[in-house]
C-alpha cells in the first residue's frame, strides 16, 4: 500500500495481479517507500519479465501450477483412461534403396527447411563447465557440436542448391535456443569462429527465459533467498521453443518465403545428421505434420519412447511418454513387468532422440491456436507422505516432443527408426555416472559419444565396399567400449550414401590402428591401403584421387583419467587422448586435378 504512489501504471497492474493471486507474501518484509527503491523496481522489472515470457501471463502461470499441484497430490496419472501400445512408424536400413530414396527426397526438400537447436540447458547430468556445443564431438579432427551442426547444414544446403537448374540462393535459417546459462558462451563461440562459414544473417538467437519457483501447493511463489526483492527462477525445459518461435514471429516469415519445414534438434549427437536426410525424406513421402525421429531402445534406457495411446473413449495419440514414465504406465495397464525387452533385446517402444520435423503450415495453425503453449508438468520433491510441503522449490516444465498432445485427431504424427549406430550418441553423462549404466544399454558419455562417431564412419565406408578393419574393445574411465578405426570426414564429403558411394572406387582397405581425416570436398578413395595416419585437406576445386599404400606408426590412444585435473576437462572426460606419432599429411590448397601416391 504504502509503496504504491512509487509505481507506475503497468507496475500497479502487476501489483493488482499478484495480490489477486495469492502473492501477498512476496510484500511482506518489503522497506518502507522511499528505501531501496531501486530495488523494488527491479522486483517489478522481473515480474514483467516473468508475465510476458509466459503464453498467458503469469497468472495463467500460476492458475496452472495450482491445479498441476493439485492433481500431483492426489496422485492423479496424466494417462489415466489410456492404454499403451506399440506404434507402427518407418522402420528404415541404412543404404538399402528404400533409404537411399528417402535420402534422396530429403534433400531436395532441405531447401524449403529450417532448423532449430536447443541449447539452453546447462546439462547437469554431464557436470561440464562450459556449454554443451562448445564440446568437441571428436578429438581426431577436433570438430565442435556446433560446427558439426553448422557444416552440415551448409552441406544440406549445398547438396540441395546442386539439384536445382537455375542459380540457386538458399541460405537456410538456423535458429538456437539458448538461456541465461547459455546465451553469452554461444555468441561467443559463433563470433569467434565467423559462424563456423555460415553467414551471421543465416543464424537467429532465441532466448528462453527462466520461470517463477513455487513454494507449496497453493503455487506460492519462492522469494530468491539471498535478495527479499527478487523470485527464485528455474528453467522451464526444451518446450519453450514454441512459443519463442511464434512470439518472435520467424515462422510467419519462413512461411512467407515458401519453406515447409522445421527441423528441431538436441546439443549434443554427433551423429543426427547422418539420419536427418532420410528423415525428411519420410515427412515429405508420408506428409506427416510431425514425424519424430527414433532408435530402437533397450528398456529402461533413459530416453523416452514412442508410444499409441488409446483412451477408454477411443481417443488415440502417438506421442513420447518420458523415460520415468513408461515403466509406471506399463504396469498399471496390465503389463505386470512393465519396461522389458523383447525377444530382439530392446524395448518393443522405440526410443525417442528429440529429433523433430513438423510442417510448417499445420504448425503455425497450431500455434495461432496455442500460442506455442505446451502441456506442462510438475514435480514436487514432498518432505513426507502428507504432501503438504516440499522439500525445496518446484517450477512447471515442458518439453518440446509434447507438442502433439494438443494436435486434433486428424494430425498426422508419424516417426522414423533409424539403427543407434548411426543416428544417436548423445553425450550426457558423466564419466562416473556413465561407469555404472548397467551393461549392454549405452553410456551416453563423452567417451561412447566419440566412440560412435568412427563406428558409424567404419561402418558406412563399409557399406560402400571399404574393407574397415574389425574393432577391438577398450575401457576409459570404467566404460568398455569399441575401437574402431578413426575415421571422420566434413559432412561437405558425404552427407548421403549416394554421396559417399560416389567419392569410394577401387578396392580400398583401412586397418584397425589407423586414422583418417578428410576435410576436402573432392577427394576420391581409390585402392588405398591405409595402416596409420592420413589426413587430406583440399579447397573445393581441388580434385584429389587418393591411391596406394599408405603405412606410418600413426596415432595411439593413451588412457587419461578423468580426475586427472592436468588434462583439459573435454579431453579428461572422454578418458583418452592420442599420441600423435607419425602421420601423413597432404594440402591441396590450388584448383586442378592431384593424386594422392605415397
Ligand atoms: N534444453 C533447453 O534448451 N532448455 C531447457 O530448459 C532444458 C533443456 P537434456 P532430457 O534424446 O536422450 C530429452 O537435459 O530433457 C535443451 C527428452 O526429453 O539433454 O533429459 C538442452 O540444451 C527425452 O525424451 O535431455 O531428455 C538439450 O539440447 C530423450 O529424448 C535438450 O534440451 C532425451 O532427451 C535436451 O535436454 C534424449
Known sequence: QHNLHLLSPQQIELAKMLLETGQTHLFEHWAEPGVEDDEKKAFFDQVARLDSSYPGGLAS?????RELLADSKAGKNPFDGFTPSVP???VLTYGDDNFINFEDMGVKEAQKAAFVLVAGGLGERLGYNGIKVALPAETTAGTLFLQNYIESILALQDASCRLTQDDCQTKIPFVIMTSDDTHARTIELLESNSYFGMEPTQVK???QEKVACLNDNDARLAVDLRNKYRIQTKPHGHGDVHALLFSSGILKVWRDAGLRWVLFFQDTNGLLFKAIPAALGVSATRQYHVNSLAVPRKAKEAIGGITKLTHADGRTMVINVEYNQLDPLLRATGNPDGDVNCETGYSPFPGNINQLILELGPYIDE???TGGAIKEFVNPKYKDASKTSFKSSTR??????DYPKTL???ARVGFTVMDAWL???????NPEDAAKVPKGNPYHSATSGEMAIYRANSLILRKVGVQVANPVVQVFNGQE???WPRITWKPKWGLTFAEIKRKVCGSSTISQRSTMVIKGRNVFLEDLSLDGALLIDAVDDAEVKVQGSVQNKGWTLENIDYKDASVPEELRIRGFKFNKIEQLEKNYSQSGNFTLEP
Open 396 to 401: 512447471l516444465e515442458c518439453m518440446m516432443q
Open 88 to 90: 507402427k512408424g518407418e
Open 408 to 410: 486434433p485427431p486428424s
Open 423 to 429: 543416428a544417436y550418441a548423445p553425450v550426457k553423462n
Open 481 to 483: 567400449v569399441e575401437v
Open 61 to 65: 502461470y500460476i492458475k496452472t501450477a
Open 205 to 207: 538467437l532465441l532466448k
Open 367 to 369: 500455434l495461432t491456436k
